[in-house]
């Protein structure tokens, strides 16, 4: 059976959740193998939970000499790679770094590029959610290895238990690839919740909130949820930015998103649409917002949510 | 300094957008615009025209790919600063994909000449892919500046503000190079009534692909490396149970319902 290969999206060796579910759906077009690009220490100590979501081999790109730079290296190295495995496809994380880097690769290998899918097929025929969702999409590269972005949550993460074996992949990196330096990086503070794009649950307040955040807060603790935003609130300096959903800002697929305070601007749907359960909370019953929902409360959003933080809190 | 923006002619996300028999997005059917997010390019490419030590040695040239009603994404450009247009137009060009329309752009780029700086917007309101600026870079063998909240240039360093996928970063190129820029770089600029009539003077080409060396058999719909098999419209969503908060019953109907989902 081919190669798929993955490219493991981490944060200093720490392998964020979507690899995991790209993992899964790797197995659908043939055996994965892990790209992990660091240092050979963390990417042997990465290797064993890729192996145990379905990773056979994990090839450790040493990263010393090219992680101050964006996207081109990256780009070259897997050029390397593919030219070495002859994969029957690779698999990214749809997020700026992952789609950036399939992006040279497709132009570097001649190969067709499918971006923000959220399921493929055996056989490599992915699903994609376009117009702020109001299509579903089929599609298939056709031409050379397969390079496809899939967005988080789009499979289950599935523990398989294969080898895992690493291998120390050593690639030439040219200078013109270098050119675009990374002069400073300041990760974002830990908010303790879960990660916007990963989690199950989303609570999300808009304009509607005035500024106050807590019952956002309250009730997304008290669910176990990551909190979100839109433009608006977070134009208003009321979030930072990372914490907005929609067209500009992070795209989210949860089992249940709940808007709060927000009125359905086709920009935020953008980012929101493909939830499985839509909960809002509005003021205002002609929001647009209530067109999308499986349950709506028309109502004060300071009154419902801290009402209903309590009951959830008493019910556990 | 010479800047080329890409503008793309999206249709109105505002509309009923939908897709033809073929497959391919439909381009004529639904009005269409300068894409919202390509808005923010034309801005900053003008700010930075004017920000420099003698605007009037910058050019901004506005560039776009797409089918005859396309030329409108240039027009708004031109009326809200750009100092040109170009437009690539050739019935060859339609059901492009990413591969194909960033092979244009760059062979519509090195024909008026590489300029100093490629400004793109971070995606485009139809397809979303936030894909074609790397595509360009990559083919045009530029480093690529992208996704940038704010933007600074100093002789021919550029250094930018970004909100990256896991941390704020700073990154930094030597032009020329290609740039993507975000909403967060700030509202773009009104066309005013003068800018409009301004516009109508300025010099606005017209390209086909042998204007600029590309052969028609290697773009277009039959030839894209990916292929779409189907498009099929949402089914409506079923209308949601909707409550009205009366002393306190919004919360409990809340709690009822996310429990009766098994989300406590
Ligand atoms: C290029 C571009 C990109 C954009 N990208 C994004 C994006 O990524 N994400 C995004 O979200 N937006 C985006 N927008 C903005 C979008 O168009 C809307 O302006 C924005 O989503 C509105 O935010 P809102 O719903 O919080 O505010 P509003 O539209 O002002 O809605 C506030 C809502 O709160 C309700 N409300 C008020 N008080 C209460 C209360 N006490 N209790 C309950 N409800 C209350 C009101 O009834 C109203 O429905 C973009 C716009 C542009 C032009
Ligand atoms: N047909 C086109 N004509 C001009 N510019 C384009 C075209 N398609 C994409 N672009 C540019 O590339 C950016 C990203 O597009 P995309 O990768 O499609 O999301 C857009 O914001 C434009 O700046």
Known sequence: MSEVLVVVDHVDGAIRKPTLELLTLARKLGEPSAVFFGSPEAGTAAAEKLGKHGAEKVYVVDDAEIKGYLVAPKAEALQQLVEKTS???????????????????????????????????????????????????????????????????SAPVEEVGAAGTVEQFAATISESAKKAQIVAAQPRKASGRPELTEAAIVVSGGRGTGGDFAPIEGLADALGAAVGASRAAVDSGWMPHSFQVGQTGKVVSPQLYVANGISGAIQHRAGMQTSKTIVAVNKDEEAPIF???????VGDLHKVLPAATEQIEGRK | MNIVVCVKYVPDATADRRFESDNTVDRVGVDGLLSELDEYAVEQALQLK??????????????????????????????????????????????????????????????????????????????????????????????QVTFASVIESQGDQVRIKRDGDTATEVIGATMPLVLSVTDQTGEARYPSFKGIMAAKKKPLETLSLSDI???????????????????????????GEIVKDEDGSGSTALTEFLVSKKFI
């Not at chain 1, 067109?291 to 409360?297: A, P």
């Not at chain 2, 030329?71 to 019935?91: I, N, P, S, W, Y």
């Open chain 1, 87 to 153: 994969p029957a496809g690779v698999l990214f994380v749809s997020g700026y770094e992952g789609k950036e880097v399939a992006a040279r690769l497709a132009i570097k290998i001649g190969a067709g590029l499918i971006t923000d899918a959220v399921d493929i097929e055996d056989g490599g025929v992915t699903t994609q959610s376009v117009f702020a969702g109001n299509y579903t999409v089929k599609a298939k590269v056709t031409t050379g290895v397969p390079l496809i972005t899939v967005k988080p949550n």
């Open chain 2, 213 to 239: 060396g590309v052969d028609a058999g290697e773009v277009g719909l039959s030839v894209a490396w990916s292929t779409v098999d189907e498009a099929t419209e949402r089914p409506p969503r079923t209308a």
């Open chain 2, 50 to 143: 004017e920000k420099s030590e003698n605007p009037e040695d910058v050019t901004v040239t506005a560039l776009t790919i797409g089918p005859e009603k396309a030329v409108d994404a240039v027009r708004k450009a031109l009326q809200m600063g750009a100092d040109q247009g170009v437009h690539v137009t050739d019935e060859a060009i339609a059901g492009s994909d990413y591969i194909a329309t960033s092979l244009v752009l760059a062979k519509a780029i090195e024909k008026v000449g590489v300029p100093d700086l490629v400004i793109c917007g971070m995606a485009s309101t139809d397809a979303s892919g936030s894909v074609v600026p790397a595509m360009l870079a990559e083919r045009l063998d530029l480093p």
């Open chain 1, 291 to 297: 067109e999308l929902v499986d349950f709506g409360v």
